[in-house]
């Protein structure tokens, strides 16, 4: 029989494994119910995979992360490994011949959604299939006190019954014990094996910083900490805002949102993992299946709203076990903006039935129609026509996706087309007239020939390059013909998709988890006051704080924002001597409270106070332009 160190080796290129996987791995092997808490960057896959390719049969992957199903089905084909994923909007025809591939074609690995597998074709052909081994990942869902619950994790014990004698792995990063309590009950684990590795990680500092100027706090850590950077800010715009300051000071930094065209997201998400630029900025829509171990920075613009999502993103950080940072910048008022997002931001379940009938008219679904179809829409046209809060109404989304009411996926979309509304006759005579467009209709005649008779969806940048001229010049050229009523050319972009996982049914499909959405928000809530007392409380280590949130004990870690303060105040004697340095930087010009803080890398509340000391001496002066210059 294959060892598990002969498939690690052969697949990963490993030849030995982390600590506790191979204990893991074993325990499956043994046909043993699992449960796995390891933290972000711990190796939690190959926990599941490896003993899924020795035994005979499929493994059921449950996810509830669309992304991430794709990315690990993505690596797993391109290490020769036969692995697939049932998307949401594929049709009733396609789901039969792919569940049909799972039982016969030698499948090692199926990906599912929680939602999916409430479907009865999909249950029925569970039944058929080997299933060697259950894989619920990310199982801290399955609990109404885990930070990300989803109503449809707990028909998953149903799923036993489908496959009786097979054992289940349950894993997750984060989970406190009442979650790990949880998870056992819900999947109906008997004589459970329990296994967690360590939260701590002793090379990552954390940080919170209060500063009035964010971005040039930003600024200074990436020019000082040097390496590869995640800036994690709430909005998409922000990621645009943040990434051209980033540029304009000289440090090369890419984008990373929902929004963007996948091509866009590819090419930039390359770019960073080459370390051909510094920092990626994004929203949390970056960062699950992120395989590089030498981030030496992650650094948070706001304040999440879960210790979870914190730990999970922070985390990120120094895998290499090298020295890594994860910082938080805050302004003073940034918890109370947290409290009033909330607040703005959170959707009753009124409001969340009326933004689903407004979509259900929007995209012009009949009642007890719409299933497993996917629709395509702006987002920000969506929140206008109605006259609604994007947050609010992103919220909305969020919620209706994780209770199974609909799939809701940020993913850039154009759809593009074309139709000649003039006689080939006429149209020759234009070409004439205007020899400059003659290579234009012929690229679209020669392609899409069905254009002089019905709209056509066109590839623009296919066109492009048979032309040899830009994308921009190619949409002009199409405008300039659209205004003269020579063709008709409509360019339409989508950033979100929406599928719906049942039929409309309006105030019956939102009552029927009304409970689940109360205790949603309710626990969000209470997230969102834990996250608060984390950076509130700088009195103790901010390593401890999170790891006694996760149940775990340990002493300080030294070298946190509250550690090093501590360890490092500054005293009477430094504050003359720092006031001495002042005075000789300031001998030679006058300049600005940033200017010092850069050649002195003090922390910057004990500068400023050094400064204002000086002041209040009559030892320095502040000039209009802000500069402070030596009396």
């Known amino acids: 029989m294959i060892t598990p160190e002969q498939i690690l080796k052969k697949f990963w290129g490993y030849d030995r494994f982390r600590p506790k996987q191979l204990e893991i791995i074993q325990s499956v092997i043994d046909k043993k119910d699992t449960l796995v808490l390891m933290p972000t960057g711990g190796g939690k896959s190959i926990c599941y995979q490896v003993p899924a390719l020795i035994s005979n049969g499929i493994c059921l992957v449950i996810s509830p992360l669309v992304a991430l199903m794709q990315d690990q089905v993505s690596h797993l084909k391109e290490r020769g490994i036969k692995a697939m994923s049932l998307a949401s909007g594929t049709s009733f025809s396609d789901l039969d011949v792919l569940l049909d591939n799972c039982i016969h074609g030698n499948y090692k690995f199926l990906y599912v959604s929680p939602e999916r597998l409430q479907q009865e074709i999909v249950k029925e052909r569970i039944q058929k299939m080997n299933v060697s081994l259950i894989a619920v990942d990310e199982a801290h869902c399955i609990s109404q006190w885990g930070h990300d619950f989803r109503p449809a994790y707990l028909q998953l014990n149903k799923v036993r019954e489908l496959v009786p004698n097979t054992p289940v792995i349950a894993l997750t990063a984060t989970a406190t014990k009442t979650v790990q309590q949880d998870i056992i009950e819900q999947l109906a684990f008997k004589t459970p094996n329990f296994f967690k590795t360590s939260y701590q990680r002793r090379n990552l500092s954390y940080g919170i910083y209060k500063t009035s100027d964010k971005k040039h706090i930003l600024l200074q850590i990436v020019n000082r900490q040097k390496g590869a950077t995640i800036v994690y800010v709430p909005r998409r715009k922000s990621t645009e805002k943040i990434a051209a300051y980033l540029s304009e000071n000289h440090i090369r930094a890419v984008t990373y949102h929902g929004g963007l065209h996948s091509k866009t997201k590819q090419s930039n998400f ?15 829509a970056f960062g699950m299946g992120i395989d590089k171990p030498d981030v030496r920075t992650v650094v948070h613009m706001h304040i999440p709203q879960s210790i979870e999502s914190y730990f999970q993103e922070a985390g990120r950080a120094g895998r290499d076990g090298k020295p890594a940072f994860a910082l938080l910048l805050q302004t003073g008022n940034a918890v ?24 259900s008219s929007y995209l012009q679904i009949s009642y007890g129609e719409g299933e497993e179809t996917p629709y395509y829409i702006e987002f920000s ?91 921009n010049e190619l949409v002009a050229k ?17 950033d979100c998709q929406l599928v719906y996982l049942q039929p409309r049914e309006d105030e019956r499909a939102i009552n029927s988890v009304s409970k689940f959405i109360k205790g949603h928000l309710a626990n969000k809530l209470n997230k969102i006051k834990d996250v608060i007392t984390y950076v509130e409380n700088n009195e103790r280590c901010k390593s401890v704080q999170l790891l006694n949130y996760f149940g775990e004990q340990s002493g300080d870690c030294g070298i946190c924002s509250v550690c090093t303060k501590r360890n490092k105040k500054v005293s009477t004697t430094n504050d003359h001597a720092i006031k001495e340095q002042i005075k000789n930087i300031l001998s030679e010009k006058p300049k600005d409270s940033r200017t010092i803080l850069a050649d002195l890398k003090y922390a910057e509340v004990d500068l400023i106070r050094i400064l204002q000391s000086l002041l209040n001496e009559g030892n320095i002066a502040i000039q209009p332009d802000n500069t402070y210059k030596l009396n």
């Open 336 to 359: 109370q903006k947290l409290k009033d997002q909330y607040l703005a931001q959170t959707p009753d379940i009124e409001f969340i039935k009326f933004v689903y009938r407004k979509l």
């Open 270 to 284: 390359k770019l960073w993992v080459n370390n051909e630029v510094q920092v990626m900025v994004a929203t949390n």
């Open 478 to 494: 199409l405008k300039k013909l659209s205004d003269q009523e020579i063709l008709y050319f409509h360019n339409e972009r989508y």
């Open 381 to 471: 046209k969506f929140c206008e026509r109605y006259q609604l809060s994007k947050s609010k109404v992103y919220a909305t989304f969020k919620i209706l996706d994780k209770n199974g009411i609909l799939s809701f996926t940020e993913v850039f979309k154009e759809a593009i087309e074309i139709q000649i509304l003039i006689s080939i006759s006429t149209l020759n005579n234009f070409i004439d007239q205007n020899p400059t467009f003659e290579a234009l209709f012929s690229q679209i005649g020669r392609n899409y020939p069905g254009v002089y008779v019905e709209r056509v969806q066109v590839d623009l940048e296919k066109i492009s390059q048979a032309l040899k001229i830009s994308l």
